[in-house]
């Protein structure tokens, strides 16, 4: 896909978040959140469902690879030729690895466009080297414009941590959450509950990433737009989660996690 027509996508999806009325503070800040309509993807091939049986999957998986192979590089061979001397993706993707939500998919875009990293109710950890080293990648050399943190609903991470139940190595990928649950309690009251502390996840992870310093002087230079997204599963709708940030608050900030 060229790079303008990309571009053009982009502002479709982000329509409020023009880089000309962009400030220096948390781009993804308005009044109230809206619901994003994903396009229709580029190659207009519908996907065939894998067999039920698991033994049959992966063989099934590399035959479709051949079919699609065959159909997306006679309709996109030199976006193909492209990508295989260089990638100039302008979205880094930070997203659960639930199979529910491919990323690429649900925006409607191609290989090449979208960078990612995915892992259990896409959660930031400071300490975790993946996820930094993604971040720090895609903001500095590949120079993404945009980095879209995206929950979605029904995630298991999210239900587990309102659950009380023992689950191994993910107890300690989880605290978050279940600090966020602690810290929100009397927000998270009635059956949507889980939908609650998702949207509270993502808003905390664009906090996240602007403690980044990378991003940090990326945002501060407006070449960088932090999105906080939840992905509907059942609908295929996304719908931006808004964050606030006072010019107090936003100097505050730059004090306490700005580096040089």
């Not at 992966?58 to 193909?80: I, R, V």
């Not at 409607?108 to 892992?119: E, K, M, Q, S, T």
């Not at 941590?161 to 009397?186: C, H, I, N, Q, T």
Request: aromatic fraction near 4%; glycine fraction near 8%; charged fraction near 20%.
């Amino acid at each position: 896909m060229p790079r303008t027509s990309l571009t053009a996508r982009i502002k479709r999806l982000f329509s409020s978040q023009s880089a000309s009325s962009q400030k220096p503070t948390p781009p993804d800040q308005t009044s109230s959140a809206k619901e994003i309509s994903t396009p229709t993807p580029a190659a207009k091939e519908s996907a065939k469902p894998l067999p039920k049986m698991p033994g049959d999957a992966y063989q099934a998986a590399l035959e479709h690879n051949a079919e699609w192979c065959t159909s997306f590089t006679k309709s996109h061979g030199e976006l193909m030729a492209n990508l295989a001397k260089t990638q100039h993706p302008e979205i880094l993707w930070i997203g659960c690895a639930d199979s529910r939500v491919p990323e690429t998919t649900l925006l409607g875009l191609n290989p090449g466009d979208v960078f990612v990293h995915r892992n259990i109710a896409n959660l930031l950890h400071p300490g975790d080297l993946s996820s930094q080293a993604v971040i720090e990648y895609a903001v500095v050399h590949l120079k993404v414009k945009h980095i879209i943190l995206c929950g979605h609903t029904g995630c298991g991470g999210v239900a587990a941590s309102l659950g009380g139940a023992s689950l191994g190595v993910l107890d300690a990928w989880l605290m978050p959450l279940r600090l966020l649950r602690e810290k929100f309690a009397s927000e998270l009251t009635g059956d949507d509950q889980a939908k609650k502390l998702g949207e509270i996840s993502v808003k905390e992870g664009v906090k996240n990433l602007l403690h980044n310093g990378n991003v940090i002087k990326a945002v501060e230079a407006k070449n960088l737009v932090v999105h906080g997204v939840i992905y509907d599963v059942g609908t295929g709708k996304l719908k931006e989660i808004h964050t606030s940030e006072t010019e107090e608050e936003r100097k505050k900030r730059l004090e306490y996690y700005q580096v040089s």
